[in-house]
């Protein structure tokens, strides 16, 4: 979880009130006028997110925010209002945006905190299944509550790992009256956000008070069981209210906007021209933003449950990945400036059989797709070289827990044959041949045998440890809690490392059929980035390309009528039927505003299926991006060669 010092919004506050506060004349006032102002759920927010802020101090920084804002969007109307003339609706529009940003901001600025707060709330939701595994797996080894909560926080990146170490810390200062009382008031603090986590909780703590081994295993197989599936049907619950937002996603936001290309060039028969400033104000911000924005707002309530391992920069698959991303930058420019370049080059070779199309309806390849391919190109290659390798590390890790579970029931029955450690691992290995997992596990015999070291060093020694370069939260804790089990019997250590394995594979299960219960979503969305828009958009570009043909027909056809010819009050002319953007132009700023809506439903399908990790959205946009401008292509290109034979 980020820190609250590395949080922009908490360096923000910082910063303002440090050097800015000057500017207010009556300090406590202000200070008391903020916390009238803020609520009670706002001041539980600051604490919930562990923000070292005081009221006054976040709503000085939304009033500085907002005014910056104001500030810089002044100076850029200046700027263009100085370079370029606007119609009259233009500058309308930029005054009424200019109004309404710095209120934006302000309001975001200050409702922040409970945005954070409720946002920290649905990630923990989704934590729930991995730190309570991590709590029961340590309980059915060593049944000590106050352990076990230790261990699920101190090999735990997870923010509600983040918690039990506050809670733990409470402890300690005889806040709580013993560890009964701290789970209690835990578990009603969380078990407004999640009943099923409450239960959970409450069976972990009952199981303390059993004296049968039998009865309390079952008593914490059940409570994974709860937890598990309460994450189940989290999950499932989200995705069946995801429906509608999707809908209203894809049909609001992609699909009207892209219909509407065709029409655009017939608004110049009722006297509405669009320009090339028009359409980079509609189509390449207005409608963006809206998009994304709305994209964001279903993504905050789904919880993150089961994201991506985190890959440290250390990773020896990463060494050389500064030099990987220069390498996938040049090439990417060299091969989008060699698309591009080939339109030029044919141009200037007196366009053989009328490749390059030079005007409404001609040629065959408007110079706009050589661009927009070249765009895509170098952005794929750029972004496949940089998050590549995080994508085949990771499919690695998921390899490497999946052949774990096996090797844990192999490993388990040596270890309780009465077998020693490094002839077990060493067995295993044989059995695991071919598979990810063989060679850490050989690695760990050769250290107990040839180094003379123990156990935990030859798992986890920072230099030689043959678990340094596993990156797997999953199997590092599960390697932990078998270096427990391993210094009891022959016969509990092996009981206790199938448990483990079984622990996993129930993990694995959930996140399974979670998955499965997003793939209509995610694949809809998908579908729709690399397919259906860029699709719809091909064919839109052409029947606007068709109207624009049309409309230049019959202009030229006007112009050579007598003055005064056309009867009644219509005022058509040629000068009003004349297109004030020129259709390459026109299929250009379409085409990026289809690059923006590819990145944001790449980002929304993405988040929704992995959790927002980062190096996953730029993989998969890395493969969404050329697939969908080539499909705008072609699709454009086969709809303007069919619609040409009908005019």
Known sequence: MMHPDNNWYYRGCKFTWRYLSKFIKDHQQFK?????????????????????????????????????????????DALLFRLVNFSSGIIASIIIITLIIPFAVMWYLSEYVKIHARYLKITSLGDMPEV?????????????MEKAVYFAAENSNRPLARDLKKMLWNLHLRIYAGMDDAVVQFSDMWGKNSEHFKRSLHLIKSSMSET??????????????????????????????????TYILYSIFILIPLALVALLPAMAVVGIKITSKNLILIYNIIFPILTF??????????PAAFVPQQIPPTHPELENLSSKKKKGLILGLIAGGSVY?????????????????????????????LI??????????????????????????????????DALFILARRISEGRSAEEAFLHTATNMKGSSICEPFEQIAMNIVCMRCDLQNAVFDEDYGAFKNIHSERINTTMKLFLESVHKSHETAGVAIVKLADHMKDLQDVERRIKESLYEMTSTMKSTACIFAPLIGGITIALSEVIAKILQDVAHSISKLPPNMIPGPADISPQSLELSISTNMFMLEIGIYLILITIILTRFSTAIEYGGD??????????????????FSVSAIASRIIFRGFI
């Open 32 to 76: 008391k006028n903020s916390e009238k102002v803020v609520s009670s759920e706002y001041k539980n927010s600051l604490i919930y997110t562990g923000f070292d802020l005081e009221p006054y101090e976040t709503t000085f920084f939304s009033y500085v925010g907002a005014t910056f804002i104001l500030f810089c969007i002044i100076l850029i």
């Open 132 to 144: 309570m595994s991590y709590v029961i797996m340590s309980m059915k080894i060593i049944p000590n």
């Open 212 to 245: 049968d081994f039998v009865q309390r295993t079952l008593t914490l197989n059940r409570s994974l069981d709860i937890i598990l599936d309460g994450t189940k049907n989290l999950m499932e619950n989200y995705a069946a209210k995801l429906k509608l937002p």
């Open 293 to 302: 924005a709305y994209a964001e707002y279903v993504l905050m309530q789904r």
């Open 341 to 369: 370049g080939v339109g030029y080059f044919l141009l200037f070779a007196g366009n053989p059989h009328s490749i390059i199309s030079t005007g409404v309806l001609e040629g065959i390849v408007p110079t706009a797709l």
């Open 372 to 405: 927009l391919i070249g765009i895509s190109i170098a952005v794929s290659l750029y972004l496949n070289a940089a998050y590549g390798p995080y994508k085949r590390i990771r499919d690695k890790i998921i390899a490497m827990e999946n052949e774990f579970v």
């Open 614 to 631: 980062k190096s996953q959205m730029m993989y998969e946009l890395s493969r969404a991006l050329p697939i969908s401008i080539i499909v």
